[in-house]
């Protein structure tokens, strides 16, 4: 024959059973290594953000500024320049 617990019984223990959750939960968002982690992941998302608006503030792109070293070191016209800054790399051995 099983014992059947009073319901005042069953509530304390869902009580109990919510504390000791709560403290778990409290020691995990408390401890140090958590909280390390979390900067952690913090500064990394910040750098990110910060590295990807401030590349997309600088002025120009790469395709202008290979036109314009071709054009100076090789005294060529603009169209001469875009054309070979444009063409594929083939890298030989």
């Known amino acids: 024959m099983s014992a059947v617990t009073p319901i005042s019984q069953q509530r304390d223990i869902q009580q109990a059973e919510v ?5 778990r939960v409290s020691a995990v968002f408390g401890s140090y290594t958590f909280r390390v982690i979390m900067q952690g992941l913090l500064t990394i998302w910040a750098v990110v953000t910060f590295t990807f608006f401030l590349i997309r503030l600088l002025p120009g792109n790469p395709i202008d500024i290979k036109i314009d070293q071709l054009m100076q070191q090789r005294n060529i016209t603009y169209e001469e320049a875009l054309s070979q800054a444009a063409a594929p790399v ?3 051995h």
Request: charged share 25%; hydrophobic share 10%.
């Open 90 to 92: 083939s890298y030989t």
């Open 19 to 23: 504390r000791t959750f709560r403290q």
